[in-house]
């Protein structure tokens, strides 16, 4: 498929652990951002890249959250010292320029018991 | 904070069309309209975007008022899989051309 590929697609943790959660781009795509949606809400920004640098973190919550994309496709972002509160799906989503669609993944549920 | 007002929810009936409204009073002479949609348990799915004409395509059109404080998706003919939240989003378009989204509008499409 050529779609914005995310794994795992549900991950259940507990708290205080260390989590990974991946996202492929379509290719080519050189935008690439990470957001957050608690349940009923709309998806909440986190962190931007263009190419392999961060060029906008600020909607990351805390230094528990951090994302690299280092070779300027496959990002993974990382959450230290889980919390119940970091429940939520995390969606990527990747564009080729700006100014064109955004196309999202379908997510990963995030479940810290 | 999203820059946008929607109302939470609409009902439509099946073959009507679907007028969704958004206000966006506080827009500058950069920023796009983008509306997005999304369906339950999916990520969101883009639908259309424009500057400040109207836009059209296989999904839906788009109408931005002359002074595009407001707009207006329309989904010509709505069918039950329309049934989704619809994000109105304004997004500057500079470098990030970061997407904000508030709360958005539950669309129910009825039969």
């Known amino acids: 498929g050529a779609g914005v590929s995310q794994t795992p697609s549900n991950k259940v943790t507990e708290k205080g652990k260390y989590v990974e959660l991946r996202c492929d781009p379509i290719s080519g795509h050189t935008a690439l951002y990470w957001y957050r949606q608690s349940l009923g809400q709309g998806p909440e920004f986190l962190i931007y890249f263009q190419g392999t640098g961060a060029a906008d973190d600020s909607g990351l919550p805390n230094d528990r959250f951090f994302a690299v994309r280092p070779e300027g496709s496959v990002s993974t972002l990382k959450i230290q010292r889980t919390e119940r509160g970091d429940s939520a799906v995390y969606l990527c989503a990747t564009r080729a320029a700006m100014n064109t669609e955004a196309f999202f993944g379908q997510g990963t549920r995030l479940t810290v018991v | 904070d999203a820059k946008t007002t929607q109302p939470p929810s609409m009902d439509c009936a099946e073959g009507r069309a679907a007028n969704l409204p958004c206000n966006h009073s506080?827009?500058?002479?950069?920023?796009?309209v983008y509306w997005y949609r999304q369906i339950h348990s999916q990520g969101p799915q883009y639908i259309i975007h424009?500057?400040?004409n109207n836009e059209t395509n296989e999904m839906a059109s788009l109408i931005i008022t002359e002074d595009r404080k407001s707009s207006t998706l329309i989904l010509p003919h709505a069918t039950l899989r329309d049934t989704a939240v619809y994000y109105c989003?304004?997004?500057?378009?500079?470098?990030?051309?970061?997407?904000?989204f508030g709360g958005g509008t539950r669309l129910m499409v009825k039969p």
């Open positions: 989003i304004v997004s500057p378009r500079n470098a990030g051309n970061m997407l904000t």
């Open positions: 506080t827009i500058s002479g950069n920023e796009y």
């Open positions: 424009g500057l400040k």
